[in-house]
Structure formats: structure tokens, C-alpha cells
């Protein structure tokens, strides 16, 4: 599996959690990478880009300001920082590979990790 995610759970409203997405095969540090989320019945959500060089970052309006993407080339791992939690942000989070050959799309993702947030 190429991509691992890790570090979901269960907070309350105003927390915080850091996910992990765990490169395997490739070195991450070599491709832009993503953060998406899916909650039930809806669309997947795009959440944060970070660039092949770490020096550029995007963000959804729903989470600037709130998340940080960042990577770690030793531990060949992208992380997604993720304060001032919401309700509304409980969904299955996952790391996407954005394919070299096709700016935008995605090549390889994991199998999600869930974050509930909630009272």
C-alpha cells in the first residue's frame, strides 16, 4: 500500500489532531501532495495541496487558517496539523499523490483515517 494514513479519532469541538500519511515504494518529497476528506453521502472534499518543493501551500477556505500541511523527507511522511476542530469537520481523511503526468488529478491514495468530532 503506497499511502498510509493515521492519526484520526475521536474530539471535541475546539481541538486539535495531527494526521500522518506514510509513504511507501516512493519518496514523497518528489511529487505535490494532498489532503481530501469524505463524509457520508457527500462528494470528496479537496482540503490542502503542498508542492514538490515545500514552499508553496493551498489551502480549502473551509480549513485556511485552521490546518497546516506539511512533510518530513526523512520520515517520507505528510502531515495535516488540524486546529480549532468543528462538527462539521468529522469525515474520513485521506493523502492523494498528485500523478507527474496529470497536474490535478491523483495517482495513488490511502485508505483514509476517521476524525470525529463531537460533544
Known amino acids: 500500500v503506497p499511502l498510509v494514513e493515521s492519526g484520526g479519532g475521536m474530539v471535541q469541538p475546539g481541538g486539535s489532531l495531527r494526521l500522518s500519511c506514510t509513504a511507501s515504494g516512493f519518496a514523497s518529497k518528489n511529487y505535490n501532495m494532498n489532503w481530501l476528506r469524505q463524509s457520508p453521502g457527500k462528494a470528496p472534499e479537496w482540503l490542502a495541496w503542498?508542492?514538490?518543493?515545500?514552499?508553496?501551500?493551498y489551502y480549502a477556505d473551509s480549513v485556511r487558517g485552521r490546518f497546516t500541511i506539511w512533510r518530513d523527507n526523512a520520515k517520507n511522511t505528510v502531515f495535516l496539523q488540524m486546529n480549532s476542530l468543528k462538527p462539521e469537520d468529522s469525515a474520513l481523511y485521506y493523502c492523494?499523490?498528485?500523478?507527474?503526468?496529470?497536474?490535478?488529478?491523483?495517482?495513488?491514495w490511502g485508505q483514509g483515517t476517521q476524525v470525529t468530532v463531537s460533544t
Open positions: 492523494a499523490r498528485e500523478s507527474p503526468r496529470a497536474p490535478f488529478e491523483y495517482d495513488y
Open positions: 503542498l508542492d514538490v518543493s515545500d514552499t508553496r501551500t
